[in-house]
């Protein structure tokens, strides 16, 4: 099983939401069973909750999945914006990956860190001005790492 665990916490947090209706009474036995069945059999077969765009794409899922939690503060008014402004960011980080990618590539400081100042520079120049966002400088940092 993949070591991943933005995607458990998403799992999770399905699971605690239909728990939570349960408890609330807002569904039955019956749908609290059916709900809990159908988030099993979605880990279990590896399914991701993921935009149309990245189903498939198990390289740029778990950027994905990172910028989702960690651009919620920014844009937590538009759930539709949210996702589609991650997914296509999930995506230029890929090809910034490949465009750079080698041997041992994580073994090689410089590599790292000129792929860490890419992205960077993608969020300053791109992300930032094409999706009028200000994502600060820290929290660029925060995902980077």
């Given at each position: 099983?993949?070591?991943?665990?933005?995607?458990?916490?998403?799992?999770?947090?399905?699971?605690?939401?239909?728990?939570?209706?349960?408890?609330?009474?807002?569904?039955?036995?019956?749908?609290?069973?059916?709900?809990?069945?159908?988030?099993?059999?979605?880990?279990?077969?590896?399914?991701?909750?993921?935009?149309?765009?990245?189903?498939?794409?198990?390289?740029a899922c778990p950027f994905y999945d990172?910028?989702?939690?960690?651009?919620?503060?920014?844009?937590?008014?538009?759930?539709?914006?949210?996702?589609?402004?991650?997914?296509?960011?999930?995506?230029?980080?890929?090809k910034l990956l490949y465009d750079i990618?080698?041997?041992?590539?994580?073994?090689?400081?410089?590599?790292?860190?000129?792929?860490?100042?890419?992205?960077?520079?993608?969020?300053?120049?791109?992300?930032?001005?094409?999706?009028?966002?200000?994502?600060?400088?820290?929290?660029?940092?925060?995902?980077?790492?």
């Amino acid at each position: 099983m993949r070591k991943d665990p933005v995607l458990y916490e998403k799992f999770s947090d399905l699971i605690q939401d239909i728990i939570d209706q349960f408890r609330e009474e807002r569904i039955s036995g019956k749908e609290y069973y059916e709900g809990i069945s159908s988030i099993r059999q979605d880990f279990m077969s590896g399914k991701r909750i993921v935009p149309e765009s990245l189903k498939g794409n198990d390289e740029a899922c778990p950027f994905y999945d990172i910028l989702q939690e960690e651009l919620l503060t920014e844009i937590s008014d538009d759930d539709n914006k949210l996702s589609f402004v991650s997914s296509e960011t999930a995506l230029a980080i890929q090809k910034l990956l490949y465009d750079i990618w080698k041997v041992d590539f994580w073994r090689d400081i410089d590599c790292v860190n000129t792929f860490r100042n890419e992205v960077e520079d993608h969020f300053l120049d791109t992300v930032n001005r094409q999706y009028d966002l200000d994502i600060s400088v820290e929290k660029i940092s925060k995902i980077v790492e």
